[in-house]
């Protein structure tokens, strides 16, 4: 029986170490053939589930987003993370009405860098920034209606 036991639990090892590198395997590939904004391959598997996924495109990096608030550019930005269902279930409509309104709506990626979001103080997600001359213009937190983005919008980013 003790010789049976150890057999069974030697392939089950095999089995997750086998298991662990085609998931590794995957991932390169699809680091590999994805356009990879995120300057780096060491991303979580969330982000990477989102690489080929255009909803999630016009990421915005920590460093280029510091750079357009403090030139004084205008930008809407779009605070989310991959594995935040709200963000899940708000994403689908509301990147398509950013385009639909003719906003470049830059998204960034909490998972990855949210040590980097402290400035801008992002306490839940999602969360709607648009920024003016510098400074933070008008914020929408949570999920919302595709009326309520629309009226964000409408009275800060296309005024």
């Known amino acids: 029986m003790g010789k049976k036991m150890i ?6 090892v095999v089995l997750l170490i ?6 590794q395997y995957q991932n390169n590939q699809k680091l590999a053939g994805a356009d ?6 060491d991303l979580d598997q969330a982000t990477i589930d989102q690489l080929d996924n255009p ?13 357009k608030v403090e030139s ?8 989310y993370s991959p594995t935040c269902v709200y963000c899940q279930q708000t994403t689908p409509y509301l990147v398509p009405l950013a385009e639909d309104n003719n906003i470049d709506m830059k998204k960034y990626n909490l998972l990855e860098f949210g040590q980097e979001a402290a400035p801008y103080a992002i306490q839940s997600t999602p969360t709607l920034v648009h920024f003016e001359n510098g400074e933070e213009v008008a ?15 409408d009275q800060y980013v296309l005024n």
Request: net charge negative; aromatic share 16%; glycine share 12%.
């Open 55 to 67: 909803d999630y495109g016009n990421q915005i990096l920590p460093d280029e987003l510091a750079g």
């Open 139 to 153: 914020r929408i937190v949570g999920q919302r209606t595709e009326e309520e983005f629309q009226a964000f919008f």
């Open 18 to 23: 086998a298991l662990f590198f085609v998931v």
């Open 7 to 12: 057999a069974i639990i030697g392939v089950i």
């Open 72 to 79: 004084g550019e205008p930008v809407t930005v779009y605070f």
């Open 36 to 41: 990879n904004p995120y300057g780096t391959t």
